[in-house]
């Protein structure tokens, strides 16, 4: 089973790798991804670079609640851990 912290990290790198610009103490799961400055393609690809990372495949409803990154940490917690055997 994967931790928060763990799925954390998939996040905070895909936010990195889609805009290594942003200072990495500004991430935090209380911060949405537009605080920090990404537009909704950047969000995208933070979402689908974090899916691909954890193997996972989820429609885009989903997300439809998540409004920062814990949230996001949330909903791929969840789901990463409900497919655990």
């Known amino acids: ?3 928060r912290e763990e ?3 998939v996040v905070r790198a895909n936010i990195l790798s889609v805009r290594p610009d ?3 103490a500004e991430i935090g799961e209380d911060r949405s991804m537009t ?3 990404c537009d909704s ?3 995208m690809d933070v979402v689908v670079g974090s899916l691909d990372a954890m193997g ?3 429609n885009s409803e989903t997300f439809a609640g998540v409004h920062d990154i814990g949230g996001l940490v949330d909903v791929l917690l969840a ?3 409900a497919n655990e055997p």
Request: a negative charge; hydrophobic letters at 50%.
């Open 35 to 37: 605080d920090l400055g």
């Open 22 to 24: 942003i200072d990495p």
């Open 56 to 58: 996972l495949e989820l």
């Open 79 to 81: 789901n990463a851990n």
């Open 41 to 43: 393609l950047d969000r």
């Open 1 to 3: 089973m994967l931790t």
């Open 7 to 9: 799925v954390f990290a």
